[in-house]
């Protein structure tokens, strides 16, 4: 077989299993799996030897921010630090802070072509968007059976915050996503709750970064994941639970699934690495980690990590938030309910989920596979990403799991002014990687170019 491209001589891995093969590449797609393929006339050869062959990381949750006249580069930018991460595909949502949210008419669909004439030619690598629903829009659950059609079958709903829906929208929306092939994911706070501590707070003058996670501890997440699961299971619907942080709230999804409801819940790299201690910091420190959900206390992330060796949580999305210390984090010198929520880490997923999980001894490194590429690109409608197999997309990662390293804001190439993993020892480095047989990084240099990345519909045939 004529190949383009033959990655010879490393260890392919997985969801299933690891063992040492060439993958080879014709038009950009995998062709063959094979432990000796040798060469090829006109294939360029990429030894691997002594290198882990991954499928593309495929980053679901991102806050990735659109282009603007003062920062034209910054979606670009981000999907170029996705590339030295290893990330060949992320899902982006178009909520407000973005830059192209909902049209001004409320329009969902307008919305959605307005955000896409934002990103086109922009990224990198491949990507794609899940829309979010607001309290502000006209009617968005009308819209929902189109944006499906249209190859968005994913959509993102905040039970907080001034943009967030009430029950009877996420209700609808839940019922509308189950009937017509979509998937609903839902940020689990409770408001009521949040906003009476969140006042309690400030009006004794406990205003400090420290005191945003006092504001929402566990039992809000907890109840807000029990009510959005009840929901679900009375509108016959999926539903997807984002950034869950804590056991609390993991009980309840482990009681939805053994009861048969389709639930399922990412966690975070930052609940898996980081806890509450960082609170504890000077204050302009301490806000770099506002978050929502907050980190947890220490202890907790014993328990995430459980919660993805057994199956219970899907998967792990970085939550990205292209924040930076010296804009967006600033006003932590006024009260922490002003301090932007999230933080960036887009470039920091596959280091670190390697180093603490695989690393660590906490997962295999084929169960890392299948949480950060292949149930990933399975559940939110990727059909050609997601592994190393004959008919997927060539969207390979060479790593090197020998490298023992430091994490530094200097060495990334993310938007953001920091990293929340600043100082981190980690094993594992990427050395080079590929979208659809094309190198965009090689030897841990940036060899892509603007623009290469598509957009991707997606349909769940899952459903």
């Keep these: 077989m004529p190949f383009d491209l033959i990655v010879a001589g490393g260890t392919v891995v997985t969801a299933d299993g690891s063992a040492r093969a060439d993958v080879g590449v014709v038009g950009g797609r995998i062709a063959a799996v094979d432990p000796s393929l040798g060469a090829a006339d006109g294939a360029r050869m990429v030894r691997a030897d002594g290198l882990l062959v991954l499928p593309g990381v495929v980053d679901v949750h991102t806050h990735t921010r659109v282009a603007t006249d003062a920062q034209p580069d910054r979606f670009y930018q981000e999907s170029v630090a ?104 839902v940020h689990c706070e409770n408001r009521t709750i949040l906003e009476a501590r969140t006042q309690d707070l400030l009006a004794s003058g406990r205003t400090a970064p420290r005191f945003h996670a006092e504001s929402r501890p566990p039992f809000v997440e907890a109840e807000a994941t029990h009510r959005a699961l009840a929901l679900a299971r009375a509108a016959e619907a999926p539903v997807y639970v984002v950034h869950l942080s804590c056991r609390e709230a993991l009980r309840h999804i482990r009681d939805a699934q053994a009861e048969g409801l389709q639930a399922f819940a990412e966690t975070c790299p930052h609940y898996l690495v980081l806890s509450d201690r960082q609170y504890e910091l000077p204050d302009e420190d301490a806000a770099c980690f506002v978050i929502s959900p907050p980190l947890r206390e220490e202890g907790q992330r014993d328990d995430l990590w459980a919660g993805l060796a057994d199956g219970s949580l899907s998967l792990i999305g970085t939550d990205h938030v292209p924040d930076r210390r010296s804009v967006e984090k600033q006003s932590w010198s006024e009260s922490f309910d002003r301090i932007s929520n999230g933080g960036p880490g887009i470039e920091t997923l596959l280091a670190t989920v390697y180093s603490e999980g695989v690393a660590g001894g906490r997962i295999t490194v084929e169960r890392m ?74 030897d841990g240099r940036f060899v892509g170019r603007r623009g290469y990345g598509q957009f991707q519909e997606r349909e769940l045939t899952w459903r």
């Excluded at 992320?90 to 919305?111: E, I, K, M, V, Y």
């Excluded at 190859?151 to 609808?172: C, E, H, I, N, S």
């Excluded at 149930?375 to 190393?388: E, H, I, M, Q």
Aim: proline share 4%; hydrophobic share 45%.
């Design 369 to 442: 596979v299948d949480l950060l590429s292949t149930t990933p690109a399975r559940l939110f409608g990727l059909a050609s990403k997601g592994a190393v197999e004959e008919g997927r997309d060539a969207d390979l990662v060479l790593f090197d799991p020998a490298v023992r390293r430091t994490l530094t804001q200097a060495e990334l190439h993310h938007t953001s002014d920091y990293t929340p993993y600043e100082g981190l020892d980690v094993s594992g480095a990427v050395r080079s990687v590929f979208v659809r047989g094309s190198a965009v990084v090689v």
């Design 82 to 185: 996705a590339s030295f991460g290893g990330t060949t595909t992320f899902l982006a949502f178009n909520n407000p802070g973005t830059g192209a949210t909902a049209a001004a008419d409320g329009s969902l669909l307008r919305g959605l072509r307005q955000w896409q004439a934002a990103t086109s030619d922009d990224a990198a690598v491949d990507y794609a968007v899940s829309l979010v629903i607001t309290g502000q829009q006209s009617d968005p659950i009308a819209e929902l059976p189109e944006a499906i059609e249209a190859g968005v079958p994913t959509f993102k709903a905040f039970m907080v915050y001034d943009f967030g829906v009430d029950d009877a929208t996420l209700f609808r929306a839940l019922r509308t996503t189950g009937r017509h092939g979509g998937l609903l994911q």
